[in-house]
């Protein structure tokens, strides 16, 4: 499913006629002017699947925010903004084949970071709760306890299931089972699966960060069915190879001074992993 047909950048003149009209110079940084337009990047046509590839510092990821900007799809974490991104932002311009549906959203590596972040002090405080209910649970259980009102009635229930549970069903009964028992990279494919419905325009900023090679594969599995049988269309900036190996992805090298789609085998940092595990080719047949 294609939502985005292609997004128009400013030119570099553009953004010149408008830098030179700023009366005042007190600016660190026109950003994200002079960002895109140095690698001569006018336009992006999209694909169900269309990736930004880049180094560091390429602007994939500045390209990412404005356009999901510009195009109004939800986002959680802050991102790098300056006293022109509005004013870069009205100089742009996109299309859609169909409307965006409300869901989009822009998924950042802060939103990952912090849903497992969240994920580890839910359980330590579940954890915590554990360790009081055991304590609880000898309290009750050799408890010389008679009930002299109303008032003690939830006491009373706590001391004859102490009395008529084991220790952990105990605890079982009266604390949820960890949120998540999960790695790191678990959870982050976690949030993903969560996050990604049908029938939306995802945004995802290196969604290859906590993931094991073999997670990576596993996301590029997820986000290949979603984009050809469940109505999602993905724009994503990546370094992973797993990822820029996706089927029918369409890829736009940052890292060429004139941005310019590539297939993923011609990519600068792919050959980088191909020439090294070439080199040491014999260790693996050793």
Known sequence: MIYLSHFSFPDIEREYSFLMGIKRTCYDSFYPFQVLSKHGLRMLDFEPVTILYGGNGSGKTTALNVIAQKAGVVRESAYNRSDFFEDYLRMCEFETRARIPADSRIITSDDVFDFVLNLRCLNDGINGR???????????????????????????????????????????????????????????????????????????????????????????KFLEDSARFFGCQFIIATHSPFLLAMRGAKIYDFDEDVVDVKRWTELMGVRAYFDFFKKHESAFLS
């Open 130 to 220: 554990r360790e009081e209910l055991f304590e609880e649970y000898l309290e009750n259980k050799y408890a010389h306890f008679q009930m002299k009102s109303l008032e003690d009635y939830e006491q009373l229930k706590k001391v004859h299931m102490a009395r008529r549970k084991t220790q952990s069903k105990y605890v079982r009964n009266n604390v949820m089972d960890n949120v998540r028992e999960h790695s790191n990279g678990e959870s982050a494919f976690l949030y993903f699966s969560e996050k990604i419905r049908e029938n939306g325009l995802y945004l995802l900023d290196e969604p290859e960060n906590s993931l094991s090679p073999s997670r990576q594969q596993e996301l590029a």
